[in-house]
């Protein structure tokens, strides 16, 4: 079965400061890739995915994340956290042997300091 | 926008109670998602549906049922509420097609047993 990975459990970062936080996958078949955000108070909302072709995926509020398969990692950064990126973030994988269900990382609490 | 809406936000209820949670959701989506979500350990699935009348287990089924009779309502029951099932429930929901992995999220409702 698949799992997912994010490392760090909690990130607390200064404003202006420089994001990425790390999701790796266990399965390496063919995989879509998503963050979800969510803001406190907040339903979970897609950041980003990747289905296919360029592995460089640029998202909502100035995110991105790379997909590079041969380290099954699907990494998202920013390149300066603003105080309304405080959230917590979930890292997930669709294997497509799996139909449409959802793989969830264990969640990244981010914390920025005005 | 898609809405998905859960019954309710916070639930208190005694060991041994059967519980209801309800979704409904109005986009008329295929898809839909009971997930539980603990600190640390991200989003788990414990049942999905894909039509009316139809569900398969997730990850953590186990001490719990659902039930889909129309499709836009999605329901999960605790058979006999246990403290180990105090938790965040999450309800989503997702089209067919290209779609299909993009999950839609509602507020959650914070369970508490004891």
């Known amino acids: 079965a698949q799992s997912v990975s994010q490392h760090n459990h909690h990130v607390i970062l200064s404003e202006a400061a420089s994001l990425e936080l790390g999701c790796n996958y266990s399965y390496g078949g063919t995989v879509n890739l998503f963050w979800y955000v969510q803001y406190p108070g907040q339903h979970l909302q897609l950041l980003l995915k990747y289905f296919s072709g360029d592995p460089l995926v640029k998202g909502i509020k100035g995110f991105e994340a790379e997909f590079i398969k041969s380290k099954f990692s699907f990494n998202l950064r920013k390149p300066s956290v603003q105080w309304s990126d405080t959230a917590e973030y979930f890292c997930a994988v669709n294997d497509i042997n799996a139909g449409n269900m959802l793989t969830f990382g264990g969640g990244t609490r981010l914390m920025v300091k005005p | 926008d898609v809405k998905v809406t859960q019954s309710s936000r916070y639930l208190v209820k005694r060991t041994g109670e059967k519980v209801f949670l309800e979704c409904v959701q109005d986009m008329d989506h295929e898809n839909m998602f009971w997930y539980r979500q603990d600190p640390g350990l991200g989003l788990r699935l414990i049942y999905f549906s894909y039509d009316v009348k139809m569900k398969e287990k997730g990850d953590i089924p186990e001490g719990y049922s659902v039930s889909r009779e129309k499709k836009e309502r999605f329901s999960l029951i605790l058979e006999s509420a246990s403290t180990n099932q105090t938790s965040m429930y999450l309800c989503?929901?997702?089209?067919?097609?290209?779609?299909?992995?993009?999950?839609?999220f509602g507020p959650g409702t914070r369970l508490t047993v004891t």
């Open positions: 989503a929901s997702s089209s067919r097609g290209r779609h299909a992995y993009e999950q839609y």
